[in-house]
């Protein structure tokens, strides 16, 4: 419902900011800015002695009431800048929980494409999405655009990896980690590190899930409890073991209040701990971090099951303690990877480059049905099914064997 306010100082407001105003009749109070009722000009409308109309924003009330937040926080999320890296599961439901709290600008990036295998647990995606085989980023902010239509929300196709993960870090106050597996959280965590930037560990599969939060400088970094990945195929993944969608909330939960808390300023209310949950066994653990800066290394508290003590800072940790950023600096990098779950492999370009799509889906037509979309071509090869977007990816199904992929990119797409 539409009311008149007037607005006395002389600023520049932007869209959904949260201002000050006179409520003509009313008295004072604080408005977000709807900037479809604002004239703009170059985006950055001038609002000086003027009457007008604005919109109560009455979507946050809920949250503004719950004390920890209130107006004052309300107006940090919706001035912060967070990064999703990946949107399946996890990324999806982070998404989803920051955009309905009015977090002002979410970057999400994700490589992949929707399936029907996405939506028993994928909370963003229907199946029209599926049907057209969009990928997840762009369905992802079609869909947020209809939940929030107040934030920004830029969908980026890509693949992470060295050559990108600094450029989409810059200029987010925080990163969570929606990712599938540890190669790119220890790039995350490498990247984080090194410019000083807070990221929100999560990871599930089966009924198992587990999260950490990484303050650079304060916290132990991902590699001070894990200082090497798990060996290819020691552990369990949503391929082998599955995945149900309870424990995907629940961890998505825990990360996404974490990342409210620490855009808000709330940092005494960090959980400062490893959680793991298995929400089938009914397990909760609690692995207190110590060591929340490296003069501070207390020991150990509730923590007596990790036997080595690796929940302290540690100055010896390759990551924060060295600043050696294995990951982040790696110059050969293999930039195929068997997708988790998906019977899949995909094949990424070793240097950025982009494809012409329609001369793609042309020149295919001759060997195979093409289908194509503004962002993806796709055809059958071999039994195969290959999926190519304009980052020059491509998603091969039908195989876990990343010769076979290798040979198939390389006969039809030909970089
Ligand atoms: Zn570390």
Not at 125 to 139: G, H, M, N, T
Not at 241 to 246: D, K, N, S, T, Y
Request: contains cysteine; glycine residues 8%; charged residues 20%.
């Amino acid at each position: 419902m539409p009311y008149f306010f007037a607005y006395n100082d002389r600023q520049f407001v932007r869209r959904g900011q949260i201002v000050a105003a006179t409520v003509v009749g009313a008295g004072q109070g604080t408005i977000r800015v709807n900037s479809n009722r604002v004239g703009s000009r170059h985006g950055s409308p001038r609002i000086s002695c003027v009457i007008l109309v604005l919109v109560i924003d009455e979507r946050y009330s809920r949250q503004i009431l719950f004390s920890p937040i209130g107006r004052e926080g309300q107006e940090k999320l919706s001035n912060a800048r967070v990064l999703i890296v990946g949107c399946g599961a996890l990324g999806a439901s982070h998404a989803e929980t920051l955009a309905r709290a009015g977090v002002g600008h979410l970057r999400i990036v994700d490589r992949d494409f929707v399936e029907f295998t996405n939506l028993q647990r994928q909370t963003l995606f229907k199946e029209s999405d599926a049907s057209e085989r969009l990928p997840k980023a762009v369905a992802a902010k079609n869909r947020l655009a209809e939940i929030n239509s107040e934030i920004e929300v830029e969908a980026v196709v890509a693949d992470v990896n060295n050559s990108n993960i600094e450029s989409l870090i810059a200029g987010c106050d925080l990163v969570l980690d929606g990712t599938d597996n540890f190669q790119i959280r220890y790039l995350l965590n490498d990247a984080c590190v090194k410019h000083g930037r807070t990221w929100i560990y999560g990871a599930v599969v089966s009924s198992y899930g587990a999260t950490m939060t990484v303050i650079p400088g304060e916290t132990p970094c991902l590699r001070c409890i894990f200082d090497e990945m798990p060996d290819a195929g020691s552990a369990p993944t949503c391929d082998t073991a599955g995945v149900i969608m309870p424990i995907v909330t629940s961890i998505s939960a825990i990360q996404t209040a974490e990342a409210i808390k620490l855009l808000v300023g709330d940092m005494a209310s960090l959980h400062g701990s490893l959680l793991q949950i298995d929400i089938w066994q009914n397990d909760w653990r609690k692995i207190k971090l110590s060591g929340r800066s490296p003069h501070d290394s207390k020991g150990i508290s509730d923590s007596e099951s990790l036997h080595d003590h690796k929940n302290v800072f540690n100055p010896d940790c390759i990551t924060c303690g060295k600043h050696i950023y294995e990951f982040l600096d790696a110059e050969n990098v293999d930039f195929t990877a068997v997708l988790c779950g998906r019977d899949a492999v995909q094949i990424a370009p070793p240097k950025p480059t982009t494809i012409d799509l329609k001369t793609l889906a042309a020149n295919l037509a001759a060997v195979s049905e093409v289908k194509q979309n503004e962002y993806l071509v796709r055809f059958s090869a071999n039994g195969c099914e290959i999926t190519v977007f304009a980052d020059a990816r491509a998603i091969i199904k039908g195989t876990d064997d990343p010769t076979e992929a290798r040979s198939l990119y390389a006969r039809f797409i030909g970089l």
